[in-house]
């Protein structure tokens, strides 16, 4: 079982990581060097996202897939729906009972 909290530290400095090697790759001067560190770069961007996602299906989270890698969407109560974290997309799951609530279900009848 994987600990939510470890892994969205995890998902954190993986982020962190790359967000500084790309602050560092901008001060290069241009060369073919720069070009390859570019390359992997977006290769290991790539990764993380797939990694991601699929960390968060493992968690649970349902998957957009306006996109690919695929976002998970985050559940919005003011909403009461998961939406996608993609602005173009901005598709809403509107569901009746929000997420942990499968405990609380009441029957009709008597
Ligand atoms: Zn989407």
Redo the contacts with the bound molecule.
């Keep these: 079982m994987i600990d939510p909290t470890g892994a969205a530290g995890w998902i954190s400095a993986g982020k962190s990581g790359l967000d500084l090697l790309r602050a560092a790759w901008t001060l290069m001067p241009k060369g073919a060097e720069k070009d390859r560190i570019a390359r992997k770069l977006e290769e290991a961007e790539l990764a993380l996202e797939l990694s991601n996602a699929k960390l968060a299906k493992e968690l649970g989270f349902r998957l ?4 690919f890698p ?2 998970p ?1 985050l559940w919005d109560n003011a909403r009461r729906a998961f939406v ?3 602005a ?4 809403l799951d509107a569901v009746e009972k929000p997420p942990g609530a499968r405990g609380a279900r009441r029957r009709a009848r008597a």
């Excluded at 957009?64 to 996109?67: A, H, I, K, L």
């Design positions: 957009c897939q306006c996109r695929p976002l969407m996608c974290q993609n173009a997309c901005g598709r």
